[in-house]
DNA sequence: GCCTCTGGATTTTTT
DNA sequence: ATCCAGAGGC
């Protein structure tokens, strides 16, 4: 038997080099993850490598459950042991295990962004920043992506150079301070701190190092600097590391990845042997040279050698409609049209996006139609208020230090606990130099030491015993059991009930429940460990059913990794895709051109690129010209659709004095000189005009004020 | 302390 | 258009 039949040489050549680095560069639909999980197999079965001395790393939860399940039929069992998850994942449980080696809780309480924002706005607080000069969320990226390059406190300091710079090192201080107290690690740390351990402590790097013979990544184009460092910590030793990208896929800068890593590894590993994989068995010839068309633009980037032995297939659809509810009438229309010719089934078909609000007009249509369909990630299911709520109760549980949770539910239901009394706890228990809650513990010991009305405390005191009487609890039941008691001492069923919405809330938490369920064989604390640990690095992608036969409405960014027959495109406007916000930065504008790639090269038969003439945002209407990538694809491939829809009916706006405008015009203005224009924006009785002027930034305008001159 | 109202800001993508 | 924070009334 021959565990790489059916590979093509460059699969099998990447799925045999077992000794050594190898970067394999993986064009889309190349048979990647084909290789990956033939790779192992064949360490496994072949060379025979115990599966527990491999790690797999990938880019979402849901790519790691699938590779196991793959993994499990080619290998039958033995599964367990392989070391297969996510960055976060894997260094979460390394924590776990040996983190008290730098001091930290085994039990330490994960922040997702939200928990993060808190505590940040809590630090700018603590040191008196005003949050409405320095609004927080910068100082989240701040943060995060100076952690993102390990870089620390201290070192923030030194390469600070403006007063700006300070008072985000003075509050990068504060936070870590105040995270250090929550016993709490936010998502950045869980690799950061990962990579401290290991660089801090020899006896446990040489526990992993010696552990791990073949280390592998996949999606390596979307590792960040402090992903990059910790996998080098870990396969410095045998130097057996396998990672896998494509530079033309790499989609994600914003959250801080870093495409030097793919570029660095050959200069790291100068004995790294490269594969190309270029052969692509998804698309239609079509589909991929329009693809190959468009990212070909970018000019920081490798020419590679992508070809499809597929069928010519049929041409793209290039669709313009009036507007976004007639674009996704459009969608919908053709989607039930491919179904009646028996072309497409729904599952056969996406609907993607840039930008999550987009989903809404989509989904109007879907429902108004009757078409079966499922939206990934719009609200994300643990980000609900609801289901935040009930964790946090559990995560207090677990970990009494975590104050985020605390201070999500101390007054969640109401129960007599104000701002006033939680400030006046905080300065209490700071004076005494105490936690939160081990404050409440000494409140409830004795009321006569309490700063606070007999009223407050009373409340206070209510709410540690109900904590108290849960955690003892926790001692003897299952999850599914303590969160049931939680439900029951909080009231929170009749609270949420009694909320707008209330009936999809309580929905929402008996789904919660029924996840816990999955971990009710597992005995406390462990089964609490795993539950909060998967609910806090659980991602969107993961809630997309691959079975039902539904159409998915998903964003560009998640369809990474996916392929469907055929694929819709929505809102190819300038200001949608490419994004506005990448309108002044070359590098962003490129990383746009890469999302429109990856997109595209979803579709295996079809690929549709419709846009609307006008959308509204914010309130008001735009008009957003054609999208630059549509320009760049060759008119022999496409096939343009004239509008779809009516015209609106609605009399067309009186024209205000001045130039006809559109995005795009060279324009000339008295006080601010030569401008273009970014965007025209019908109002009531004028036009709101967009420009950027040379050496002036962006101003918004009035058309019937300003005077404006066309220039050519 | 809690609820409601208003004004202001805000919209990219997510482990 | 919608969400949030802060203010003010009960």
């Known amino acids: 038997m021959d565990?790489?039949?059916?590979?093509?040489?460059?699969?099998?050549?990447?799925?045999?080099?077992?000794?050594?680095?190898?970067?394999?560069?993986?064009?889309?639909?190349?048979?990647?993850?084909?290789?990956?999980?033939?790779?192992?197999?064949?360490?496994?079965?072949?060379?025979?490598?115990?599966?527990?001395?491999?790690?797999?790393?990938?880019?979402?939860?849901?790519?790691?459950?699938?590779?196991?399940?793959?993994?499990?039929?080619?290998?039958?069992?033995?599964?367990?042991?392989?070391?297969?998850?996510?960055?976060?994942?894997?260094?979460?449980?390394?924590?776990?295990?040996?983190?008290?080696?730098?001091?930290?809780?085994?039990?330490?309480?994960?922040?997702?962004?939200?928990?993060?924002?808190?505590?940040?706005?809590?630090?700018?607080?603590?040191?008196g920043i005003d949050p409405k000069r320095y609004?927080?969320?910068?100082?989240?990226?701040?943060?995060?992506?100076?952690?993102?390059?390990?870089?620390?406190?201290?070192?923030?300091?030194?390469?600070?150079?403006?007063?700006?710079d300070e008072v985000v090192r003075r509050t990068y201080e504060q936070y870590q301070v105040l995270?250090?107290?929550?016993?709490?690690?936010?998502?950045?740390?869980?690799?950061?701190?990962?990579?401290?351990?290991?660089?801090?402590?020899?006896?446990?790097?040489?526990?992993?190092?010696?552990?791990?013979?073949?280390?592998?990544?996949?999606?390596?184009?979307?590792?960040?600097?402090?992903?990059?460092?910790?996998?080098?910590?870990?396969?410095?030793?045998?130097?057996?590391?396998?990672?896998?990208?494509?530079?033309?896929?790499?989609?994600?800068?914003?959250?801080?990845?870093?495409?030097?890593?793919?570029?660095?590894?050959?200069?790291?590993?100068p004995e790294a042997k490269v594969v190309y994989l270029e052969q692509n068995y998804r698309s239609t010839k079509t589909i991929l040279e329009a693809a190959h068309e468009v990212v070909s633009v970018n000019k920081d980037r490798?020419?590679?050698?992508?070809?499809?032995?597929?069928?010519?297939?049929?041409?793209?659809?290039?669709?313009?409609?009036?507007?976004?509810s007639e674009e996704a009438q459009f969608v919908v229309s053709e989607v039930a049209s491919l179904l009646d010719q028996g072309e497409a089934k729904p599952i056969d078909c996406a609907v993607m996006y840039r930008t999550n609000a987009q989903s809404r007009a989509l989904e109007e249509a879907f429902v108004r139609y009757g078409m079966p369909y499922q939206v990934i990630g719009s609200v994300r299911f643990y980000s609900r208020r609801e289901i935040k709520d009930v964790?946090?109760?559990?995560?207090?549980?677990?970990?009494?230090?975590?104050?985020?949770?605390?201070?999500?539910?101390?007054?969640?239901?109401?129960?007599?606990?104000?701002?006033?009394?939680?400030?006046?706890?905080?300065?209490w228990t700071k004076g005494l130099g105490l936690p939160l809650y081990t404050g409440l513990q000494r409140l409830a010991e004795d009321k006569s030491c309490s700063p606070l009305s007999a009223r407050s405390t009373q409340a206070l005191i209510g709410f540690f015993t109900m904590i108290e009487e849960l955690t003892r609890k926790s001692q003897e039941v299952n999850v599914v059991e303590l969160l049931d008691a939680v439900l029951q001492s909080s009231d929170y069923k009749e609270y949420t009930l009694e909320l707008p919405d209330g009936d999809d809330r309580w929905e929402n938490i008996l789904e919660l429940r029924g996840i816990a369920s999955e971990y009710k064989d597992l005995k406390l604390p462990e089964g609490l460990t795993l539950f909060l640990e998967g609910v806090s690095l659980f991602s969107d992608t993961d809630e997309l059913d691959e079975k039902k036969d539904v159409a998915t409405l998903i964003t560009l960014h998640q369809a990474k990794g996916l392929?469907?027959?055929?694929?819709?495109?929505?809102?190819?406007?300038?200001?949608?895709?490419?994004?506005?916000?990448?309108?002044?930065?070359?590098?962003?504008?490129?990383?746009?051109?890469?999302?429109?790639?990856?997109?595209?090269?979803?579709?295996?038969?079809?690929?549709?690129?419709?846009?609307?003439?006008?959308?509204?945002?914010?309130?008001?209407?735009?008009?957003?010209?054609?999208?630059?990538?549509?320009?760049?694809?060759?008119?022999?491939?496409?096939?343009?659709?004239?509008?779809?829809?009516?015209?609106?009916?609605?009399?067309?706006?009186?024209?205000?004095?001045?130039?006809?405008?559109?995005?795009?015009?060279h324009v000339e203005h008295p006080k601010f000189g030569k401008g273009v224009v970014v965007s025209c924006t019908p109002t009531r009785d004028d036009q709101e005009v967009v420009v950027v002027f040379d050496g002036v930034g962006i101003k918004k305008l009035l058309l019937s004020l300003a005077q404006l001159k066309r220039v050519e």
């Open 3 to 127: 565990i790489l039949e059916g590979l093509n040489p460059a699969q099998r050549e990447a799925a045999e080099t077992i000794e050594g680095p190898l970067l394999i560069l993986a064009g889309p639909g190349s048979g990647k993850t084909r290789v990956i999980t033939h790779r192992i197999a064949y360490l496994v079965k072949v060379v025979g490598v115990n599966p527990r001395r491999i790690m797999a790393v990938t880019f979402t939860n849901k790519a790691a459950r699938e590779m196991r399940d793959r993994l499990q039929v080619l290998l039958a069992g033995s599964v367990e042991h392989l070391s297969l998850g996510t960055f976060h994942a894997i260094c979460a449980g390394i924590l776990r295990r040996d983190g008290q080696a730098m001091g930290l809780n085994p039990k330490y309480a994960i922040y997702d962004d939200e928990d993060q924002l808190n505590l940040i706005k809590r630090s700018l607080q603590d040191l």
């Open 135 to 164: 609004p927080p969320k910068t100082f989240q990226n701040a943060i995060s992506s100076a952690k993102s390059q390990l870089i620390t406190p201290e070192e923030y300091a030194q390469r600070s150079r403006s007063y700006f």
């Open 179 to 269: 995270l250090a107290q929550s016993q709490a690690l936010d998502f950045d740390d869980l690799l950061m701190k990962a990579y401290q351990l290991f660089a801090n402590h020899p006896d446990v790097l040489s526990k992993y190092q010696s552990r791990y013979l073949h280390l592998l990544i996949d999606e390596f184009q979307d590792t960040n600097i402090t992903q990059y460092a910790l996998a080098r910590q870990i396969a410095e030793k045998n130097r057996n590391i396998c990672v896998v990208g494509d530079p033309d896929q790499s989609i994600y800068s914003w959250r801080n990845a870093d495409l030097r890593n793919i570029l660095n590894f050959e200069h790291d590993y």
């Open 302 to 324: 490798k020419e590679n050698a992508l070809w499809t032995d597929n069928e010519e297939g049929t041409p793209l659809r290039v669709v313009e409609t009036f507007s976004e």
């Open 391 to 427: 964790i946090a109760y559990l995560k207090l549980i677990y970990n009494p230090w975590d104050s985020v949770s605390l201070a999500r539910i101390i007054n969640v239901p109401p129960r007599g606990i104000g701002q006033k009394t939680i400030d006046e706890l905080q300065q």
């Open 563 to 665: 392929e469907y027959p055929v694929v819709f495109i929505v809102g190819m406007e300038e200001g949608v895709l490419p994004h506005i916000r990448s309108f002044d930065d070359p590098a962003q504008m490129e990383e746009e051109r890469r999302l429109c790639y990856v997109g595209m090269t979803r579709a295996k038969k079809r690929l549709y690129l419709v846009r609307a003439l006008r959308r509204s945002l914010m309130g008001g209407t735009n008009a957003n010209p054609a999208s630059r990538f549509l320009k760049n694809i060759p008119s022999h491939l496409v096939q343009s659709t004239g509008l779809f829809g009516e015209e609106p009916k609605a009399a067309p706006a009186p024209k205000p004095d001045g130039p006809d405008l559109s995005a795009g015009d």
